[in-house]
C-alpha cells in the first residue's frame, strides 16, 4: 500500500473559524510532509516530521500549528487564517528524511472567504 | 540558495511524438532527483527517482537522466499520449533534507 489518504478534500472556512487538515500513512514511514501550493506553482515546503518530532518549521505564521500524533498520522491546525491562505494544501510521507522517495496525497483545497 | 528551474514551461505537442523536459539546478551538492506529474488540482505521482550516484532511471516510456556537474537533469517521454498531459515537476533533495521543487512544465499532448 503506497497510498497517503488526506481529509478532507475540500474545506471552505471563515477568517474566524478553526479547523483542522489530517492526512494518514500505513506504509511504516517515519518523516512526514505539509506543503502548500497555489494555483499554477509548485509546492512549497511548511513542516517536516522526523519520527514524530518537528524537525523544519519553514518560518510558517502561527495560524498554521502542526500535530503528530503518532507515525501514521499527521494534522495541520488551521486558526484565524487569511484569503491569501487559500491553496492546495498537501502532505507526503517517506521512509526516512535522508532524500526517499516522496508519496503525495491528493491534498486538501482550501478556501478562506 | 539552491534555485531550480524547468524549462519549457509550457509545452503542446501532437500525439506521438518524442519529448524532453529540462530541470537546471544552481547547486550540484543534491542527494537526488525526483520527477513528478501533477493532474488539475490533484496531489503528485512520483514518476522517477534519480540517486546522485545514478546516471539514469527507466520506467515504461519514461527515461530520466541526471549530470550533477553541469547541473542537469532531464525527463525524455517516448511515444507521447493524451494520457501524459499534466504539469510535470522535478524536485531534489539537498544538503538539508528538503525538498525543492521546480517551476514545472506543463504539457499537452493533443490527439
Known amino acids: 500500500d503506497t497510498e497517503v489518504t488526506q481529509t478532507p478534500k475540500h474545506l471552505v472556512m471563515g477568517m474566524t473559524n478553526k479547523k483542522s487538515l489530517k492526512c494518514e500513512q500505513h506504509?511504516?514511514?517515519?518523516?512526514m510532509y505539509w506543503y502548500k501550493q497555489k494555483a499554477k506553482k509548485p509546492p512549497e515546503l511548511m513542516f517536516v516530521?522526523?519520527?514524530?518530532?518537528?524537525?523544519i518549521n519553514e518560518s510558517v505564521p502561527s495560524r498554521f500549528s502542526p500535530e503528530c500524533p503518532n507515525s501514521s498520522l499527521l494534522n495541520l491546525h488551521l486558526h484565524a487564517l487569511q484569503p491569501e491562505d487559500s491553496a492546495l494544501y498537501l502532505c507526503?510521507?517517506?521512509?526516512?528524511?535522508?532524500?526517499?522517495?516522496?508519496?503525495f496525497g491528493p491534498g486538501t483545497r482550501l478556501t478562506v472567504l | 540558495k539552491q534555485e531550480v528551474t524547468q524549462i519549457p514551461a509550457a509545452l503542446s505537442v501532437p500525439e506521438g511524438e518524442n519529448l524532453v523536459l529540462n530541470c537546471s539546478f544552481t547547486d550540484s551538492a543534491i542527494y537526488n532527483l525526483q520527477w513528478f506529474r501533477q493532474d488539475p488540482g490533484k496531489g503528485l505521482t512520483s514518476l522517477l527517482l534519480?540517486?546522485?550516484?545514478?546516471r539514469e532511471q527507466t520506467s515504461g516510456r519514461l527515461n530520466a537522466s541526471l549530470d550533477k556537474s553541469s547541473g542537469r537533469s532531464t525527463l525524455y517521454i517516448a511515444a507521447s499520449q493524451p494520457g501524459d498531459s499534466a504539469t510535470y515537476l522535478c524536485?531534489?533533495?539537498?544538503?538539508?533534507?528538503?525538498?525543492?521543487f521546480g517551476t514545472g512544465t506543463r504539457l499537452k499532448v493533443l490527439a
Open positions: 516530521y522526523s519520527y514524530e518530532k518537528l524537525s
Open positions: 534519480i540517486q546522485s550516484s545514478q
Open positions: 524536485a531534489l533533495t539537498s544538503g538539508t533534507y528538503k525538498y525543492i
Open positions: 506504509m511504516g514511514h517515519r518523516a
Open positions: 507526503a510521507s517517506s521512509q526516512t528524511r535522508r532524500g526517499d522517495t516522496q508519496y
